[in-house]
């Protein structure tokens, strides 16, 4: 077929809202697995004319480590830092939810200071991720001193946990039946005070970034996901609250102790454009942080109140599960982290499945790029927040 | 809905699609559908307004060839606990399931006929998500999702030999001159 | 090198074609000993000797303050180890980059992608041979002033599009692809503005411009910034703004926009010739502010000096106005900075309706106020 039979028979698809003048020919561009914008080893071809998109086909599995494979070689206590490096970002977030499908599959109980202490890491890893979303997202965009304002608080979280559990990336904290430590001394004080500062940062993050007019051009209307969209490609967490779900599993099918704190679940609004642009995907995220901190000084004021220090963990003699499944799936920064778990009695998982919310949230990429702009596609990936570890697995 | 009313409306409307209800007092019930009429059952699932199951979470391929429950002892005088059901075929894909408007999840399970070459029809009508799962599941458990537009390797390397998580699935020893051991 | 200097030589050439030629900080004092022919070449390699430390010597501070500055902003040091505040850390990278592997990519155009850092280059150097930064210190005094800057700095454009041309990589013909379009568009504007400093001072020789802003209320009331306002004002951010664009500075940093195309242009490009990218970057930036201080900042005047002060003082005089050129052309090039680190970047199809829809325009409006302004007053 010749190019302008082709051409022809686009525009009678209503590919082309236009009609080209001058005959040009599609440049193929691959995009990765190298690339600054693509938030780890994600490589997506595009084919673009001149600036617009016209086809866009990922490519994932780069970092494949078949870490399900893994889960069912080693037993459940060892399996527990794998769950740390495939959501790199959100690494205490994978360590309750594998936590929690493993408790509900061999019937652990957990006494409620643990249960407390998992909320406060999972907010606080949560905003520690949304960070990184909110910096990585200005670095995509060409700014680059959000990023830095960003991992100054970061740092701060970082240093919590570090405090907390030794660790600053990859924690393993949460362990089948509690988590391996106790807050130390004064740490949800300084809990409490991070909490504070971070509220006041926040304004700043605004000013910067939230409100700059460059930014709201080129994030509103941009990457329109409608709700409908979301729903059919399996979008969940913040990805999909933009696009107008109000759906969160914390509040929706409480686990841990989320029915006992109040928060509110922000959702896309179309502020400034049209509703799940990328600046609501943005902005939805922005929030959260805030409702972080909020459900934060509940959990520490419920903590001290209701638990007594040294019981955070049940101490099991053998981690033998009984046969059966379970599915837990919990709401990671991302979207549902899904853990569901096959045991057949031993101490090796018969089968593990993961479940990785930027996965589904990524296949959505092909049909939201073409029409799209270069410049347009670094926005969108930047704004759904993936991390490719997690991707890959 | 709890998992009850659902099952009994699919049931109703399907009547001889479900093989299998397995209810309480199991920590995820599921129900086992034909693989026959998967693809209907799940388009009523989705568009039925009751049920409204918008979102396809996982799709999960079970290899149950090394299948031996190991069930814990039980102290005198105790309720023994109740076996799982035993796997009726090799390969099995479970589904799951989410409902935004509603508010409540499902787990489907289907059993895969042929145990050399697993197949189940393909849900990428229904729900575009099934896409990336369908060819995530035939990549490491080498099940065939037949009407799939594109079902070629995602996660593996598109030469890699063999799919990962079947029970009989050997490690390479070499990958293009580099070796494993 | 070679080229800067047969370029050198012929804007001398242009320069001294015109009918009344001023004299330049060199022209003229050779003459005698080598005669009319080789006169106006040797002062033209000295001035070139000049021009390249200029040009080598700031951008080398400029990359330093740049970081310095950004770490400021972003609440880091930045570098402080090399030297006293780290100010020799330029030096050191510069001596890194020549020490490191100049790779030219096998399928590229090897003849062209080694020559376009080189055109860069050159463009910009030569048009700062036609910028003033006392009365005297200028190296190619020419009526043509702005008019040859422009055109020189139009040769950066075709390096740019050479660069990514001969790369042999999409992302870097992406990034000359919009090299090219912003800088024609930006141009547009720029000129425009020319053309309302050319009706304004009834010159486009840069010195002549400046000595037309002496004087006037508080010695500033001449300057461009506060004639006929607020057109003079508008005018001025008009400028900035093309300016920015022209020297590829953020927000308008698309052809490099690393977060899209890599490194655009100079994806390809390592070592020595990538560093000739850099060095072209940050004299277009001085460059280019230097000429907004000669026609919207009153060049050398200062608030409350008279004009004939810098003339009239000689050599200390001179050195004054250098300094308060330098000044002003730094606090100019200091915001380029402090914006570049604080905005995100505008993406490709809002950096050309924001061209021709508002900077054009407003332009336009800006040398029609100037035309009825000069027509008035005579």
Redesign the interface.
């Given at each position: 077929m010749s190019q302008l039979q082709e051409m022809e028979k686009r525009l009678a698809d209503g590919q082309r809202e236009y009609v080209l003048d001058v005959k040009t020919q599609d440049m193929e561009i691959n995009m990765g697995p190298q690339h600054p914008a693509t938030h780890g080893v994600l490589r997506v071809v595009l084919t673009a004319d001149g600036e617009v998109l016209t086809s866009a086909t990922p490519y994932v599995g780069y970092i494949h480590r078949c870490a399900e494979k893994i889960g069912e070689s080693v037993d459940y206590k060892m399996f527990l830092p794998y769950t740390d490096r495939y959501d790199y970002l959100a690494a205490m977030n994978n360590n309750v939810g594998y936590c929690l499908a493993v408790e509900k599959a061999g019937g652990i109980e957990v006494p409620p200071r643990a249960t407390w202490l998992r909320m406060i890491i999972c907010e606080l890893n949560r905003i520690g991720s949304h960070l990184i979303a909110f910096g990585t997202y200005g670095l995509d965009l060409g700014a680059f001193t959000p990023f830095l304002y960003g991992f100054r608080e970061r740092e701060w979280v970082m240093s919590l946990f570090e405090k907390l559990c030794g660790a600053r990336l990859t924690y393993s904290y949460a362990y089948p039946g509690g988590v391996i430590n106790d807050a130390p001394e004064g740490w949800l004080d300084e809990l409490l005070r991070f909490c504070d500062v971070f509220d006041k940062k926040y304004q700043e993050y605004d000013a910067l970034l939230t409100r700059n007019k460059i930014f709201i051009e080129r994030t509103r209307n941009v990457g329109i996901v409608t709700k409908d969209q979301a729903l059919r490609y399996g979008w969940t967490g913040p990805s999909l609250r933009a696009s107008g779900v109000r759906f969160d599993v914390r509040e929706s099918q409480p686990y841990l102790f989320y029915d006992q704190i109040s928060f509110d679940v922000p959702i896309g609004r179309g502020e400034m454009g049209t509703t799940g642009d990328c600046w609501d995907r943005y902005y939805v995220r922005m929030l959260e942080m805030l409702q972080c901190t909020r459900m934060l000084r509940q959990c520490v004021e419920r903590i001290q109140a209701d638990t007594t220090p040294g019981e955070f963990l049940t101490k099991l003699k053998n981690y033998r599960i009984t046969p059966g499944e379970a599915y837990v799936g919990i709401d990671n920064p991302r979207g549902e982290l899904g853990h569901y778990v096959v045991a057949d009695g031993k101490d090796v998982a018969y089968r593990i499945k993961i479940r990785g919310p930027s996965f589904c949230n990524l296949s959505i990429l092909p049909e939201i790029l073409p029409g799209a702009m270069l410049a347009d596609a670094v926005a969108i990936i930047g704004s759904m927040d993936i991390v490719l570890g997690e991707v890959d697995r | 809905m709890n998992f009850d009313e659902i099952a009994d409306r699919i049931e109703e409307l399907h009547q001889g699609a479900v093989q299998a209800r397995v209810g309480e007092p199991a920590k995820d019930p599921y129900l086992r559908i034909s693989s026959e009429s998967l693809v209907e059952v799940m388009r009523t699932l989705h568009a039925d307004r009751d049920l409204a199951f918008e979102l396809l979470i996982s799709v999960t391929g079970m290899d149950w060839s090394t299948w031996t429950p190991k069930m814990p002892r039980v102290k005198k005088g105790d309720e023994p606990l109740p076996e799982p059901e035993s796997p009726v075929s090799r390969y099995e894909v479970v589904y799951h399931l989410l409902s935004v408007s509603q508010n409540h999840r499902l787990v489907i399970k289907v059993a895969c006929a042929d145990d050399e070459r697993p197949a189940q029809p393909t849900l990428t009508g229904i729900y575009p998500a099934a896409d990336w799962l369908e060819r995530e599941t035939w990549d490491l458990m080498g099940i065939d999702f037949q009407g799939h537009p594109d079902l070629r390797r995602i996660l593996c390397a598109e030469d890699w030999v063999g799919h990962p998580l079947r029970k009989d699935y050997e490690f390479p020893t070499e990958y293009h001159g580099i070796s494993a051991e | 090198m070679l080229s800067l200097l047969v370029t050198l030589g012929a804007a001398q050439q242009v320069g001294s074609t015109v009918e009344n030629p001023e004299t330049g900080i060199l022209e003229g004092i050779f003459d005698g000993w080598f005669g009319d022919t080789f006169g106006p070449l040797v002062s033209a390699v000295l001035g070139l000797i000049i021009v390249l430390t200029l040009c080598s010597l700031l951008p080398m501070f400029w990359t330093w303050a740049e970081r310095r500055i950004?770490g400021r902003?972003?609440?880091?040091p930045g570098p402080n180890r090399v030297g006293p505040f780290g100010l020799i850390q330029a030096l050191a990278d510069g001596i890194k980059l020549m020490f490191k592997e100049d790779i030219i990519p096998t399928q590229s155009s090897r003849f062209l992608f080694m020559l376009a850092p080189g055109i860069v280059l050159a463009g910009t150097f030569v048009a700062f041979g036609m910028l003033p930064l006392s009365p005297s210190v200028i190296v190619v005094n020419t009526h043509l002033g702005i008019y040859l800057i422009t055109a020189f700095l139009a040769l950066d454009a075709i390096g740019v599009i050479m660069a990514g041309w001969a790369s042999n990589n999409?992302?870097s013909i992406?990034g000359a692809?919009?090299e090219a379009a912003q800088m024609v568009s930006y141009e547009i504007p720029l000129g425009i503005l020319f053309l309302m400093a050319g009706v304004t001072y009834g010159s486009l020789n840069l010195v002549d411009m400046v000595a037309e802003q002496e004087g006037g209320l508080f010695g500033i009331g001449q300057w461009m910034l506060f004639r006929f306002p607020p057109f003079g004002f508008i005018g001025f951010l008009v400028f900035y703004v093309a300016i920015l664009a022209e020297a590829k500075r953020?927000?308008f940093?698309?052809p490099e926009?690393?977060?899209?195309?890599?490194s655009g242009f100079h994806t390809e490009y390592s070592g020595i010739r990538f560093s000739f990218f850099f060095l072209a970057e940050y004299a277009a930036m001085f460059l280019l502010s230097g000429v907004a201080v000669c026609i919207f900042l009153g060049g050398w005047n200062l608030p409350f000096i008279s004009g004939s002060f810098w003339r009239d003082n000689g050599m200390f005089g001179e050195l004054l106005a250098v300094i308060s050129m330098l000044f002003k052309s730094f606090i100019l090039v200091f915001v380029m900075l402090w914006l570049r680190?604080?905005?995100?970047?505008?993406?490709?199809?809002?950096v050309m309706s924001f061209c021709y829809k508002y900077l054009t325009p407003a332009a336009f409006a800006c040398l029609l106020a100037a035309v009825f302004w000069a027509e008035t007053k005579v």
């Open positions: - | - | 950004a902003i972003q609440q880091r999409k992302w992406l692809m919009r953020a927000p940093d698309l926009a690393e977060s899209e195309l890599v680190w604080t905005l995100p970047r505008i993406r490709v199809d809002q």
